[in-house]
């Protein structure tokens, strides 16, 4: 059953929804600062420029040095037309963009060329209240006349009489609540599109993750053979990840079947010295028996079943020797390595074999000295075996030749007899403990014992053989020991 977790949605828990909100949350943060920046430079640039015509007309009418009577007398009536008294359609509107007006001292509003005060006037004479100190700011003020906002300033003229003159601002800020509006809703949809953008980027990116997550959910049902496949535009982080994960896996499964193989193996090993060791124990349990019987009178009977009591005893004894001996190393025991002459050592196991089978032809290809790092037991151990190999499987007629030669910082040690050799099955399994081609002697450990040996030295054993020309063992061992 597959599994896609990163597909089945966890809230905002997931790692696709917590990019999508990371992303949502940058931008609005950024569409938020940029509306706000342009907003405040768009207001400080439009009301720059009001507050400049308001300074200028200001200005114009502080160095004029006009009175109010002034103001009223028909020679001044085309500058005021000009410059302060706005048209009669704007007087009589109730909040017009532009509005002038003379107060007096106590701040209330007066007619200008007999005209009464509008109710603009008015209400801008009320808004500003002082209109003395305003007249003395350099820089104009905001106001609401009637719910409008306007900037306001105020000039006295030379008989004590203020004027002041306002701008609405109300279409500036009109102006502000539509870009600000246009400025969210456009953000909004921004806001809208980069979430589906990056949920579907997102999801795109995450689809080897999901395949390594159903990877694992199958492996973790036992299918070891499983790797994550390679998607068809990787990230380079997520490449890499997937390159680990398929090594860890490929390891995971390297040791699982190695350690099926070894529980195996080990199983095997159990039954096959049980089965070893029950023949001789059957054997001295039976002639025990006899004799506890009385069924040995003869001294000739009893001397042969004690015979072969002791017989079965040192083959049980053997065996015993070499099952501790691939214990020990099974469990990878420190070497104690020193400078050991080889040639020495195939010079005593020839000698050796000739001791034993006196008529079986032996030639020694290992003259002088030739030094190895090695543990000199194990390596005796090595060369008895093959010998014994050698000695129990072949006619004791048949020659044999044991060879010793250093190539490219190794030494090659062979061992070949002209025996009848082994079939390719057999050959396979020769290293395999307890086996004996044919069902033949010996307890069919030594071949394994090397083996084991041979690998604790970091070096290699290989056999060649086929049925009829013989066996060649071939071992080959680092001159310099294994670490």
Not at 146 to 174: C, F, I, K, W
Not at 181 to 203: N, P, W, Y
Not at 322 to 349: C, F, G, H, K, M
């Amino acid at each position: 059953m597959k599994i896609r977790w990163l597909n089945c949605g966890r809230g905002v828990h997931s790692l696709r929804a917590k990019l999508t909100l990371t992303n949502v949350a940058l931008l609005a943060l950024g569409i938020v600062a940029t509306t706000a920046i342009s907003l405040m430079g768009m207001r400080y640039y439009l009301l720059d420029q009001v507050d400049s015509q308001l300074t200028k007309m200001r200005d114009s009418l502080s160095g004029s040095q006009l009175t109010i009577r002034q103001i009223d007398s028909l020679s001044a009536l085309s500058f005021v037309r000009d410059r302060v008294v706005p048209d009669a359609k704007d007087q009589q509107r109730s909040d017009p963009d532009t509005i002038y007006a003379a107060v007096d001292g106590r701040g209330n509003a007066v007619g200008i060329l007999g005209v009464d005060p509008t109710e603009a006037q008015t209400g801008l004479a009320r808004a500003v209240g002082d209109a003395a100190a305003l007249s003395r700011d350099a820089d104009p003020h905001d106001v609401k006349v009637h719910d409008t906002p306007y900037r306001v300033t105020a000039v006295q003229l030379s008989d004590g009489t203020y004027v002041l003159m306002g701008t609405s601002t109300e279409a500036l800020h009109n102006g502000m609540g539509k870009a600000l509006k246009l400025d969210f809703t456009v953000g909004g949809l921004l806001l809208v599109l980069l979430a589906c953008v990056t949920l579907f980027s997102v999801r795109r990116k995450m689809l080897p993750l999901e395949d390594m997550v159903e990877t694992s959910s199958a492996i973790a049902e036992g299918d070891l053979t499983l790797r994550v496949p390679s998607s068809t535009h990787p990230t380079q982080e997520v490449e890499q990840l997937r390159l680990a994960l398929n090594s860890m896996l490929h390891q995971v499964e390297s040791a699982y079947r190695t350690r099926e193989h070894s529980a195996a193996q080990l199983r095997r090993f159990v039954a096959d010295a049980s089965h070893e060791l029950r023949t001789p124990l059957s054997a001295i349990r039976g002639y025990l028996q006899l004799y506890d019987k009385g069924m040995l009178n003869d001294p000739d009977e009893r001397k042969r079943a004690w015979e072969r009591v002791l017989a079965e005893t040192d083959r049980m004894g053997r065996l015993v020797d070499e099952l501790l001996t691939l214990a020990r190393l099974d469990q990878q025991p420190e070497l104690r390595l020193r400078n050991v002459d080889l040639s020495r050592l195939v010079r005593d196991a020839a000698e050796d074999l000739r001791a034993q089978q006196p008529e079986r032809p032996i030639t020694v290809g290992a003259d002088g000295a030739l030094l190895v790092r090695a543990d000199e037991s194990g390596l005796r151990k090595v060369l008895g075996n093959l010998v014994g190999n050698v000695r129990t499987h072949t006619p004791a007629d048949v020659p044999v030749r044991l060879e010793l030669e250093r190539e490219n910082g190794h030494v090659r040690l062979c061992v070949a007899d002209q025996g009848p050799g082994l079939r390719e099955e057999d050959a396979a399994r020769v290293f395999d403990r307890f086996f004996r081609a044919g069902g033949g002697a010996g307890s069919g450990l030594g071949l394994a014992i090397v083996q084991g040996v041979v690998d604790a030295h970091g070096g290699e054993v290989t056999v060649t053989t086929a049925p009829g020309e013989g066996l060649r063992v071939t071992v080959t061992l680092p001159t310099r020991g294994h670490h």
